[in-house]
């Protein structure tokens, strides 16, 4: 089934994914995948000596699965055609092992481009954890395709 296409997208519209429960072996790969072996997210010894107690995953980890579980929303299937820009994120609260996350969308502000065949929408992401605590949040630029 196709994503939403530009002019389906309205101003406000909200979108929640489903969940997805962040593991050691993500954070394991994660580390691997980009060289970024901090002692914080992979040293459970080093860790619990820290003011979080234990191992936490990468912040650009916690980012890559947000986005992940946008798409898995089905709303930019077959329809993205660039992520465009991180027009601002922060990080708020540390993402553990074990934490069951799920992102909370919300179209803010559209611009269509007809010279690319769609538009630019810009999306709020709150990536919230079991508790419903949101750990992180921004905004971002994609350009969506319009209706054939």
């Not at 969308?105 to 992401?125: F, N, Y």
Request: charged share 20%; no cysteine; aromatic share 8%.
């Amino acid at each position: 089934m196709p994503g939403m296409y530009f002019e389906e997208f309205v101003v406000g519209q909200k979108i929640t994914s489903v969940g997805r429960t962040v593991t050691e072996g993500d954070i394991m790969s994660f580390a691997g995948l980009t060289g970024d072996y901090n002692q914080i997210h992979t040293d459970a010894a080093f860790a619990a000596g820290t003011q979080f107690g234990q191992r936490i995953a990468h912040g650009l980890l916690g980012l890559s699965i947000g986005v992940g579980l946008l798409m898995r929303t089905g709303v930019l299937e077959g329809t993205v055609l660039a992520f465009r820009e991180i027009v601002e994120w922060k990080f708020i609260k540390p993402v553990f092992i074990g934490d069951t996350i799920h992102v909370e969308m919300e179209a803010k502000e559209l611009k269509a481009m007809p010279r690319i065949g769609g538009g630019q929408a810009w999306v709020a992401l709150e990536v919230k954890n079991q508790k419903d605590e949101t750990l992180m949040r921004g905004t971002l630029a994609v350009l969506v395709a319009s209706k054939p």
